[in-house]
């Protein structure tokens, strides 16, 4: 399954395709997140400029486009308030620990919580310092399951396409947040459960979003096309995979709208589709596959037919034309969401 994916972050990228930018998800999107403290973990640091810079833009010299950049640099002001409680938080850490070192009986305890706290605070600083650097082009970065991407949709009630905030990882029809949590696999979308599992959003609720790598965890020995000898443990690699040709791949997706609940407030989630991996995917040890759709086939995907299945069908299993090069992945790879 598709657990990782470099995107396309910035929402300009599909305006290219015709998306229009749905400034109320987004406006929702960074109060939601700001109030969670999670503006920074779970929003793309691609996305968060370009919603920034929306006032540069004609389209958006209005009221709306306003309250867009309001709402945003209001998240990241707040962001960076809650990075410097969290300093200030294990500063103090640090000088408890340090004060029960000098005492005159140090304990084990109190140096492991000194290193704890001198990690944390590090951490804290090297996001704040990574916040200032807004202007940093970044025009792809990873997801991961639990963060927003741009999703470009076919709006139900008014048939434009739409590029929204999603969450990757899709809440499927009558699930409740706690039945989430107990399967929490639902960012993968297999082709041969569409009927089944995904039945009431294939057909329905199309949407792509535009990526450049996927990633997959494999076991070293898999990837090896060997087995495990005797007493050989299972050692996970990750490993990223690039169409080869080079080019963009819309990955087909399917999606579906959380309604208000409680304190948890409406939003968007999507999962990508999977099948059958092609020979090179298979050799390198995965037993999946995204699906980028072809580029002429994304009105007729956008815009399924519930009645006729089988031309969505169709459109999956007619892929674009590539061999997918695989290479580990490198520790802390360029364009992860930090």
């Not at 109030?35 to 920074?40: C, H, L, Q, R």
């Not at 010299?61 to 998240?75: I, K, T």
Request: aromatic share 8%.
């Amino acid at each position: 399954m598709c657990y990782s994916a470099q995107i396309y972050s910035d929402f300009r990228k599909y305006q290219r395709l015709g998306g229009k930018l749905d400034i109320d998800a987004y406006v929702k999107l960074a109060g939601w997140t700001k109030a969670k403290g999670i503006w920074i973990k779970s929003v793309p640091k691609g996305t968060r400029i370009a919603l920034l810079e929306v006032s540069e833009q004609p389209e958006f010299q209005d009221e709306h486009g306003a309250l867009l950049f309001h709402a945003v640099s209001d998240a990241e002001v707040s962001a960076i308030a809650d990075l410097d409680a969290e300093v200030a938080k294990q500063e103090q850490r640090i000088a408890d620990a340090e004060a029960k070192l000098a005492s005159a009986r140090p304990t084990k305890a109190a140096e492991k919580e000194l290193g704890a706290a001198k990690k944390k605070r590090d951490a804290a600083l090297e996001k704040i310092e990574a916040e200032k650097r807004l202007d940093e082009p970044r025009e792809t970065e990873r997801i991961y399951p639990g963060h927003f991407a741009p999703v470009l949709i076919r709006d139900p009630a008014t048939g434009e396409r739409m590029v929204v905030p999603m969450r990757y990882r899709c809440r499927l029809p009558g699930w409740t947040d706690a039945m989430e949590r107990l399967k929490p696999g639902t960012y993968n979308a297999r082709r041969d459960k569409l009927s089944t599992v995904w039945k009431q959003l294939f057909g329905h609720n199309h949407g792509i979003i535009a990526a450049n790598h996927f990633y997959e965890s494999v076991s070293l020995h898999r990837l090896q096309q060997r087995e495990l000898v005797p007493g050989e443990r299972d050692i996970p690699v990750e490993i990223r995979f690039t169409p080869d040709p080079p080019q963009e791949m819309y990955l087909a997706c399917l999606w579906r709208y959380v309604a208000p609940e409680g304190d948890e407030p409406g939003f968007y989630t999507f999962a990508v589709i999977t099948r059958d991996p092609p020979p090179e995917v298979l050799a390198a040890g995965h037993d999946r596959c995204v699906i980028p759709i072809r580029e002429e086939n994304l009105e007729a995907w956008l815009n399924p037919d519930p009645k006729s299945l089988s031309a969505s069908y169709a459109i999956l299993d007619n892929p674009i034309d590539a061999y997918y090069q695989h290479e580990l992945a490198k520790k802390g790879e360029e364009g992860e969401v930090v």
